[in-house]
């Protein structure tokens, strides 16, 4: 069968590759090529102010991505990610810093470190499951931020630590309008791998272990090599992701990675849908989003009779915060399948458009 | 040595504390198997209310300690019947996830409403310390001892004589069971709610009074989680037994940190590294049951 423009009605494959395409249709595939193109074109138009945010939404979508091969392809709640992003931060300055490691080498080597980080702290997941697990990495969280304070060599202590400019064939990429390029390269990459992992036979294991740990061990699948491997690949995006992020501030402070850090990065994943590719970057885009439009709120309703009342100015921080857990519930209770259910539900609708019954 | 016998009945005490917190935490989680992130903010909520009314209406502890529990217990009522009943049948991360999203939410609204800084309790008792055995012991801890041990009683009497304690004993045991018996199920996840509530609340205002009432607070609810794996997410008594050894560890922590190791900060992070311990030798705590799983 010659590749088909776009999805036939029904749902017939007569082989498994068919089924597990990176790219359903051509049209698709050419939307997707299109819109990084349009990406490469965006640091001509945007101003520094959006540049900003769209490489915030690039370093926090990747490490979201990975928090969700782990929580959403495999079932293993983590509550330690902003920890994990953390930790790929200093590593790559350190490595860095220390080696004189070249940053575009000590990105991935980043990775890898968080990737034996996480391995460790993901033994016990090998043994336990659901909440007992959530626990343990929250106690990971704590113990790491601890870490973080203390170690002088490796992170700087509470000074913090210089993180040196993406270089590459000695072109430094320190401005916003070049480091989107890096953080774009870098993001493309990392969501084609995650795609392609779940296309493979390790990919469907672990949505086997999250749907039906029993079965999926009677069916041969190793349970404790899956969860930890689970653990690991999310890791490695939470240092390639916070790695990234060293490099673009090129400081690094031990105080940014807490809790409510690593429940962001759950909510990224629950708003975007848990289980999604795409929705990990919808998520992302959501939760960059929400304090800049609630900023643009504050900012419209000051001098009226709400600013006054209840002092918006002053509460932005704290209202922020319980936005987040707010949106957090409410996409629970509503709508649990996150932004890419509702996105599937408008394909959907536009596909069968006249007729949607 | 006095220093060490001082960390020891601080630990004891502050101990206790968190066993009443950790009690109602797993009062919660074996009524309804949820687990609740958001114990702390009971805490949190407690204390502030306690403090509102103390200080902006000027009543005196013994009436609006009474009034803060009440509103305690329509709280916890409210937060089960609008927020948790509508995520029961869900799995278990997203339950986790919500408490998590009302621990955040509630955390922040009470720093927006009364301030990041620590406010000192009115003074309630006339003298500030007591004699004991040789030691001064502030009045504040006497009393916060007394109180956990009455709530710890009176848990006791309340889930072995109490008509509702033994409905919701049964609830805990076997749902369908129970209410085959005529036991309103939905009732119980709610009691078990604002109980949970109301006793974290004591325990809020207790370490208000002693510590001054500040977000710090809910750093209880994290602290949690050591002592109730440790005695097994579904028993009383260990939550209990886990709240009073994880308070005597972390002081004893402190202790050697402050006379050897000088590492610092060792009180905050010790429980943790015990809690990796215990998942990792044995997951199911002291006295929790072992799941056994069959196909």
């Not at chain 1, 036939?8 to 395409?21: I, V």
């Not at chain 1, 509470?158 to 774009?184: H, K, Q």
């Not at chain 2, 974290?200 to 002592?227: C, E, H, Q, Y």
């Not at chain 2, 922590?253 to 010790?270: F, P, R, T, V």
Request: charged letters at 10%; aromatic letters at 14%.
């Amino acid at each position: 069968m010659a590749n088909i423009s776009l999805i036939p009605c029904g749902d017939f494959k007569t082989r498994y590759a068919a089924d597990t395409t990176i790219f359903p249709t051509t049209t698709s595939r050419n939307f997707a090529i299109l819109g990084v193109l349009l990406l490469l074109l965006c640091p001509a138009f945007m101003d520094r102010y959006w540049l900003n945010l769209c490489i915030q939404i690039g370093y926090l979508g990747i490490a979201a991505l990975g928090l969700n091969i782990l929580v959403g392809f495999t079932g293993q709640i983590s509550i330690g990610h902003a920890a994990f992003f953390g930790f790929g931060a200093f590593s790559s300055a350190w490595l860095s810093n220390s080696f004189g490691i070249p940053v575009a080498l000590a990105i991935p080597l980043a990775g890898v470190m968080t990737t034996a980080v996480g391995m460790l702290f993901g033994i016990p997941a090998a043994r336990l499951k659901g909440l007992y697990l959530a626990i343990a990495t929250l106690a990971a969280q704590y113990i790491l931020q601890d870490f973080f304070a203390r170690a002088d060599w490796f992170t700087g202590g509470t000074a913090g630590t210089i993180a040196e400019p993406f270089t590459l064939f000695g072109f430094a990429f320190d401005t916003d309008e070049s480091y989107f390029y890096v953080v774009l390269v870098y993001m493309v990459v990392m969501f084609i791998l995650a795609t392609n992992l779940m296309r493979s036979r390790d990919g469907r294991a672990l949505v086997a272990v999250r749907d039906h740990y029993l079965s999926a061990e009677i069916m041969g699948i190793n349970l404790t090599k899956y969860r930890t491997m689970s653990f690991g690949i999310s890791s490695f995006y939470a240092g390639i992701g916070g790695a990234l992020y060293a490099h673009y501030l090129q400081f690094v402070s031990v105080e940014g990675f807490t809790i409510l850090f690593s429940i962001q990065f759950l909510g990224m994943i629950i708003i975007g849908g848990l289980g999604s590719i795409m929705g990990s970057l919808m998520g992302t885009a959501f939760m960059v989003l929400l304090p800049e439009v609630m900023q643009a709120i504050t900012t419209a309703l000051s001098g009226t009779a709400i600013d006054a009342a209840l002092n918006l100015k002053d509460a932005i921080a704290f209202l922020r915060e319980m936005a987040i857990g707010l949106v957090i519930i409410l996409f629970l209770v509503f709508e649990p399948d996150g932004l890419a259910h509702r996105w599937k539900q408008i394909k959907a609708y536009w596909k069968l458009y006249p007729f949607s019954h | 040595m006095t220093l060490l016998f001082q960390l020891l009945v601080n630990g004891l005490i502050v101990g206790a504390l968190y066993g009443v917190v950790a009690m109602s935490f797993v009062l919660i989680y074996k009524a309804s198997r949820i687990v609740n992130f958001a114990q702390g903010e009971f805490l949190l909520i407690g204390a502030w209310t306690c403090w509102w009314l103390l200080t902006s209406w000027q009543l005196p502890f013994w009436i609006g300690f009474p009034i803060t529990l009440a509103f305690m217990m329509v709280f916890g009522i409210v937060l089960q019947v609008v927020v948790l009943r509508p995520m029961i049948g869900e799995p278990i991360i997203s339950v986790i996830m919500v408490t998590i999203g009302l621990s955040i939410f509630f955390q922040a609204m009470m720093k927006w409403m009364f301030g990041v800084f620590a406010k000192p309790f009115p003074t309630i008792f006339a003298s500030p310390t007591v004699n004991i055995l040789g030691l001064d012991v502030q009045t504040v801890y006497v009393m916060s001892l007394v109180i956990s041990l009455l709530i710890m009683a009176g848990f006791g009497w309340f889930f072995k004589y109490s008509r509702m304690g033994l409905a919701m004993r049964a609830t805990a045991f076997d749902q369908q069971v129970a209410q085959s018996l005529g036991i309103s199920v939905r009732h119980m996840f709610a009691m078990s709610w604002a109980i949970s509530a109301m006793v974290s609340a004591v325990a809020g205002v207790t370490v208000g009074v002693v510590n001054g009432v500040s977000s710090a607070l809910s750093f209880f609810g994290i602290k949690v989680f050591p002592a109730v794996i440790l005695g097994g997410l579904d028993s009383v008594a260990g939550a209990v037994l886990g709240g009073l050894i994880v308070g005597v560890l972390e002081n004893l922590a402190h202790y050697l940190d402050s006379q050897w190791l000088n590492w610092g900060n060792m009180y905050e992070i010790a429980p943790f590294y015990v809690l990796i311990v215990i998942l990792m030798i044995k997951p199911y705590g002291l006295f929790g049951t072992k799941d056994i799983e069959r196909v």
